[in-house]
């Protein structure tokens, strides 16, 4: 559920604030069509307990006017006075000894009170009212007499409009301690009223969600292309100045962008001159002692006074690499990447290429991702004895995996091998030479196509190397 949850929640800021808003919108009118269609029953109820009492006052003053009591045999004949066949009632009545209780219905105590305050106006006599509404069909069948099924049926037959389910139920003492029980009919829903306000609902969307979709994308575009660039900062793909766009704070946000890229690319530039000026004064030195070390008559004295200058370069070299790595000019290009794994396979006598089963062409730059590989298939041949190397595509990306017999490395400090100059001490020996930067260039080269490096032991002893790259 929780996987699920985020596959429908949207990842960028624009839809989620649009989803939000959705939302809110929804609950707000879901909100907002529980609260009129309660006030719409509550109206509903209002009418039909208004009829009710109006109908049964009216009763009791005409058969008073007449010289009978309500619930006298005559009130039958009395009913034919009424517009009954044209007009078929919706509200029946009965005078019974004791006030008729349905537990399920609910009570209306403000309504009672309201009733209670007009009877005591007239000179019906009812005292003790109690009014109630609830579902038709828990009426009993006295109350349900023909009038009211009559109206039931003929509201049936009309298609615009559906037959009420619902009851008012009415109840109040005669002067003689009798109890009159009248039911009536509550006007239904009218589906008119559910359309209209799925129809404000629409309206309710397109006045406020097209407006926040042009603000917030007038927003999130600018935020879109200032992620692009501060991915892209320091780097050989670095992009010019953006463009001012959106809002004011957002232009602010982009002008101090554009500055602080400025100062940054001069700095890369101050850096890599300077580098360039240290690599040349050292180098010019380290040359000619290498010249004077050719002089040395002891041979012993003279391998090891060369071997220590020629270490030295080369430790120098690896961190002018590694300095100038975010700038390297190398321009990306598609290439076959078994082809270039095979090339550089071939340079080591003990590494072995498992041909792959297709062909993978990804944009990379060939001559630092060659770095890279020699990096990590050097570290496998000299601290594994050999190397076997294969390529395994995935959906988004292809890995590299090289793999040696080793010992392997401690679990615990697999992490900061990647460091400058460190080393898997309790597995791998500092008399091997090297500079301690082959790992930490080869991650950085990877990072910087998009990729990355990983160590892990292998179960039958071991390490492999996996160097992993975007097909993009």
């Given at each position: 559920m929780r996987n699920r949850g985020r596959y429908f929640w949207p990842k960028s800021l624009y839809g989620q604030i649009?989803?939000?808003?959705?939302?809110?919108?929804?609950?707000?009118?879901?909100?907002?069509?529980?609260?009129?269609?309660?006030?719409?029953?509550?109206?509903?109820?209002?009418?039909?307990?208004?009829?009710?009492?109006?109908?049964?006052?009216?009763?009791?003053?005409?058969?008073?006017?007449?010289?009978f009591q309500l619930g006298d045999v005559q009130r039958d004949r009395l009913g034919t006075m009424d517009n009954q066949r044209r007009h078929p009632p919706t509200i029946s009545f009965s005078v019974d000894p004791a006030p008729l209780t349905i537990g399920r219905y609910e009570a209306q105590p403000e309504l009672e009170g309201r009733v209670a305050e007009f009877l005591a106006q007239t000179d019906a006599g009812l005292r003790d009212i109690r009014i109630s509404s609830g579902a038709l069909a828990l009426l009993p069948p006295h109350l349900r007499d023909q009038p009211v099924r009559r109206r039931m049926m003929a509201n049936l037959h009309r298609k615009e409009r559906p037959a009420s389910q619902f009851a008012v139920l009415f109840s109040g003492r005669l002067a003689d301690g009798r109890w009159v029980n009248a039911a009536g009919l509550v006007r239904p829903s009218e589906t008119g009223s559910i359309l209209a306000l799925l129809a404000q609902t629409l309206i309710l969307y397109i006045a406020v969600l097209m407006p926040l979709a042009w603000v917030v994308r007038r927003v999130s575009k600018p935020l879109e292309q200032l992620t692009r660039g501060v991915q892209h900062i320091g780097l050989a793909g670095e992009t010019g100045p953006l463009a001012r766009e959106g809002p004011g704070d957002i232009r602010q946000l982009i002008d101090a962008f554009n500055a602080m890229q400025s100062r940054v690319s001069t700095l890369l530039g101050e850096k890599d001159v300077m580098l360039g000026?240290?690599?040349?004064?050292?180098?010019?030195?380290?040359?000619?002692?290498?010249?004077?070390?050719?002089?040395?008559?002891?041979?012993?004295?003279?391998e090891k006074?060369?071997?220590?200058?020629?270490?030295?370069?080369?430790?120098?070299?690896?961190?002018?690499?590694?300095?100038?790595?975010?700038?390297?000019?190398?321009?990306?290009?598609?290439?076959?990447?078994?082809?270039?794994?095979?090339?550089?396979?071939?340079?080591?006598?003990?590494?072995?290429?498992?041909?792959?089963?297709?062909?993978?062409?990804?944009?990379?730059?060939?001559?630092?991702?060659?770095?890279?590989?020699?990096?990590?298939?050097?570290?496998?041949?000299?601290?594994?004895?050999?190397?076997?190397?294969?390529?395994?595509?995935?959906?988004?990306?292809?890995?590299?995996?090289?793999?040696?017999?080793?010992?392997?490395?401690?679990?615990?400090?697999?992490?900061?091998?990647?460091?400058?100059?460190?080393?898997?001490?309790?597995?791998?020996?500092?008399?091997?030479?090297?500079?301690?930067?082959?790992?930490?260039?080869?991650?950085?080269?990877?990072?910087?196509?998009?990729?990355d490096v990983r160590l892990e032991n292998r179960d039958g002893g071991g390490l492999r190397a996996i160097l992993e790259l975007p097909k993009s």
């Amino acid at each position: 559920m929780r996987n699920r949850g985020r596959y429908f929640w949207p990842k960028s800021l624009y839809g989620q604030i649009l989803l939000v808003v959705a939302l809110a919108l929804l609950a707000a009118q879901s909100i907002n069509a529980f609260l009129l269609l309660s006030g719409a029953r509550n109206r509903a109820i209002i009418e039909t307990a208004t009829m009710v009492v109006g109908r049964v006052v009216n009763q009791i003053e005409r058969r008073r006017d007449h010289g009978f009591q309500l619930g006298d045999v005559q009130r039958d004949r009395l009913g034919t006075m009424d517009n009954q066949r044209r007009h078929p009632p919706t509200i029946s009545f009965s005078v019974d000894p004791a006030p008729l209780t349905i537990g399920r219905y609910e009570a209306q105590p403000e309504l009672e009170g309201r009733v209670a305050e007009f009877l005591a106006q007239t000179d019906a006599g009812l005292r003790d009212i109690r009014i109630s509404s609830g579902a038709l069909a828990l009426l009993p069948p006295h109350l349900r007499d023909q009038p009211v099924r009559r109206r039931m049926m003929a509201n049936l037959h009309r298609k615009e409009r559906p037959a009420s389910q619902f009851a008012v139920l009415f109840s109040g003492r005669l002067a003689d301690g009798r109890w009159v029980n009248a039911a009536g009919l509550v006007r239904p829903s009218e589906t008119g009223s559910i359309l209209a306000l799925l129809a404000q609902t629409l309206i309710l969307y397109i006045a406020v969600l097209m407006p926040l979709a042009w603000v917030v994308r007038r927003v999130s575009k600018p935020l879109e292309q200032l992620t692009r660039g501060v991915q892209h900062i320091g780097l050989a793909g670095e992009t010019g100045p953006l463009a001012r766009e959106g809002p004011g704070d957002i232009r602010q946000l982009i002008d101090a962008f554009n500055a602080m890229q400025s100062r940054v690319s001069t700095l890369l530039g101050e850096k890599d001159v300077m580098l360039g000026a240290i690599g040349h004064d050292l180098k010019t030195p380290l040359a000619a002692l290498r010249v004077r070390v050719e002089s040395v008559e002891d041979d012993a004295e003279r391998e090891k006074m060369a071997a220590t200058i020629d270490e030295m370069v080369t430790i120098l070299d690896d961190i002018l690499t590694l300095a100038r790595l975010g700038k390297s000019g190398e321009t990306s290009q598609r290439t076959d990447i078994g082809a270039l794994v095979g090339s550089v396979a071939e340079e080591f006598s003990d590494a072995v290429l498992v041909e792959p089963d297709q062909r993978i062409i990804a944009n990379i730059r060939p001559v630092l991702l060659r770095r890279a590989l020699r990096n990590l298939i050097g570290n496998a041949i000299t601290y594994g004895k050999n190397a076997s190397i294969s390529l395994r595509p995935l959906a988004n990306s292809l890995q590299i995996e090289i793999e040696d017999t080793g010992p392997g490395i401690a679990p615990d400090i697999i992490d900061a091998v990647f460091e400058p100059f460190a080393r898997a001490e309790n597995s791998r020996s500092r008399s091997t030479g090297g500079s301690g930067l082959g790992l930490t260039i080869a991650r950085a080269i990877a990072r910087n196509h998009g990729g990355d490096v990983r160590l892990e032991n292998r179960d039958g002893g071991g390490l492999r190397a996996i160097l992993e790259l975007p097909k993009s």
